[in-house]
């Protein structure tokens, strides 16, 4: 599986920013994306996750408590590609965002996911 992430870049505070995550290769069945990203000096942290059901339905969503209610994430089974919408930017969100995918299981927010993409870079000015 090769994950590959793109749509980083600088905003001010209160901008929007869309990350996009394209999945190829043999992927599972049935599977979690996340994102995760990393500041500079701060250990990785989880973002987001959206399920994919074997049937190519994207249908359930987590958020960290950090990005609620100002990110989406969403899926586009056709493409088989993940979006990270990002508003309401601020400076603390600036870091390296990085996709993954791994089979289905519990736990969405785990870091132990099978593959990752190369990240992109998201830089939010004050």
């Known amino acids: 599986v090769q994950l590959q992430a793109s749509g980083g870049g600088l905003t001010q505070a209160g901008g929007s920013l869309r990350l996009s995550c394209a999945a190829s290769?043999?992927?599972?069945?049935?599977?979690?994306m996340g994102w995760f990203r990393q500041a500079p000096g701060k250990e990785r942290e989880f973002v987001a996750a959206?399920?994919?059901?074997?049937?190519?339905?994207?249908?359930?969503?987590y958020y960290s408590e950090s990005v609620k209610g100002r990110f989406t994430i969403s899926g586009d089974n056709a493409l088989n590609t993940i979006y990270l919408q990002m508003n309401s930017l601020n400076p603390e969100d600036t870091a390296v965002y990085f996709c993954a995918v791994k089979r289905m299981g519990p736990a969405p927010e785990e870091h132990d996911y099978e593959y990752w993409g190369q990240g992109t870079l998201v830089t939010v000015s004050s």
């Open positions: 290769g043999r992927t599972f069945s049935s599977y979690i």
């Open positions: 959206i399920t994919r059901s074997a049937i190519g339905t994207y249908y359930r969503t």
